[in-house]
């Protein structure tokens, strides 16, 4: 079978652009469930492999208009579960600011109710700000987060495993309604957590939910490569996620996973006009509407250092890269060297697409683009970041989808109705049966 690229809609309500909300005909609020079921049904509609819905714990008014108040990401994946039927649904949960048992509970009762399109997607929070919500001490460092994680996630696939397919007999005849020979008790005793088991919910139909990492760091990408399904990164240059690319596939080997066990899928940030001048008039419509200090804002946090005291019309100083978004800091500062960016330029580029890559063009100029970062084995798909909702995503899916299917690049039917099934990934053995 042709290789074919796998499309995720990234799902920020207020548009991704820092002021997409502000032009007409956006539909801004992030807690409008009318909107989000929309944007579901047409991605669904599109064939897509992925909603996505990424997720904080903090917040405040200079936040990101998506991101300054909206639902929970798993209450509301549930509700649109109800409403879609092919689409994977995934969400963000933090490793550093939860517990395994109740991430595995939750996840596996989205499986059910979806029928198999449940996924998570792995954080450790970066930011040192959210300690102040939850009863911590202190935030830990870069390192320290993915070695809880690694642990956070072994935990979860071991819970998931707590019970082999047909345990749950519910035979009237024998009055068995669970098998205990098909009970498995995790029993884990490790550095950061100890969790006994079983969990109260039956295997997930998939297995286990999709794993989707976002971490581009060293320490990142050995995550993704023991544990991934799914790696959504932020590139925007086709060299650097060529050599990213090559990267993660070449980490799987060590853990005896090929090179097709994951995902790549780059965020691409689309600004689409039928034809090339309604392209650049879009574009230039927001540049026009760009909130400078909330741009400023989005660099600062994503730098790890307050830039708002700079220079803007001066380029980026060295500053030391945070132990806050590490990948994220290191991609923003090579683009500013890379196109001799000021301060200014790099906040309103932050303002778009906070470090991922912007195409804007036609429908066939974006499939161009797409087709070479595919192609040039730079990505495995991508998860598309519309400036606002619904406009731009309706433009996607109605005139740029159907080029991508022309040139056989992507599917004209889903593959099956389970997420795994849509990505090609077999389903994974109960380690517990495996033993």
């Not at 992925?50 to 990101?64: C, E, K, N, V």
């Not at 088991?197 to 023991?226: C, E, F, V």
């Not at 994220?328 to 000021?342: D, H």
């Not at 087709?371 to 519309?386: K, L, T, V």
């Amino acid at each position: 079978m042709t290789r074919q690229m796998h499309l995720g809609v990234f799902v920020q309500a207020a548009g991704h652009h820092v002021s997409g909300w502000r032009l007409p005909g956006a539909e801004a609020g992030a807690e409008n469930l009318d909107l989000l079921q929309r944007i579901a049904k047409t991605a669904e509609r599109g064939l897509f492999d992925i909603f996505f819905l990424a997720d904080g714990l903090t917040s405040g008014t200079d936040a990101h208009p998506s991101t300054v108040v909206r639902f929970e990401p798993l209450t509301l994946l549930a509700a649109l579960a109800m409403t879609t039927s092919h689409i994977g649904l995934a969400a963000t949960a933090s490793t550093t600011y939860g517990e395994p048992y109740q991430t595995a509970r939750v996840f596996a009762s989205l499986d059910h109710l979806s029928g198999g399109r449940a996924a998570w997607n792995v954080v450790t929070t970066s930011y040192a700000r959210s300690a102040a919500n939850f009863t911590r001490g202190s935030h830990p460092e870069h390192d320290a987060r993915y070695e809880i994680a690694e642990e956070f996630v072994d935990i979860c696939k071991g819970l998931w495993d707590s019970w082999s397919d047909g345990a749950i007999r519910m035979d009237k005849e024998s009055g068995v309604f669970a098998d205990p020979s098909r009970m498995h008790v995790l029993d884990h005793k490790g550095k950061h957590f100890s969790v006994r088991g079983p969990l109260n919910a039956s295997r997930p139909p998939q297995g286990h939910p999709i794993i989707i990492q976002a971490g581009s760091s060293g320490p990142g990408q050995d995550l993704a490569a023991r544990t991934a399904d799914v790696v959504f990164t932020a590139q925007g240059d086709l060299g650097e996620a060529q050599a990213f690319y090559r990267s993660l596939k070449g980490r799987l080997a060590q853990y005896g996973r090929p090179p097709e066990a994951i995902a790549v899928m780059p965020g691409v940030f689309t600004v689409i006009g039928r034809d090339r001048a309604e392209a650049e008039e879009n574009y230039n419509r927001l540049r026009a509407v760009t909130d400078l200090n909330g741009a400023l804002a989005l660099l600062s946090d994503r730098l790890g250092h307050d830039v708002r005291g700079l220079d803007l019309d001066a380029p980026l100083p060295d500053l030391p890269i945070s132990d806050q978004l590490r990948s994220r800091a290191e991609l923003l500062t090579a683009l500013a060297r890379r196109e001799n960016m000021t301060v200014r330029e790099l906040a309103l580029h932050a303002g778009m697409a906070r470090g991922h890559g912007v195409v804007r063009g036609t429908p066939d100029e974006i499939a161009d683009r797409l087709q070479e970062w595919f192609e040039g084995e730079a990505a495995d798909g991508f998860n598309i970041m519309p400036p606002w909702f619904p406009g731009q995503f309706d433009l996607f899916v109605d005139h740029v989808v159907p080029v991508l299917q022309r040139r056989g690049l992507f599917r004209t039917e889903y593959a099956g109705r389970t997420l795994r099934e849509n990505l090609g990934l077999p389903r994974p053995a109960n380690r517990f049966e495996a033993a």
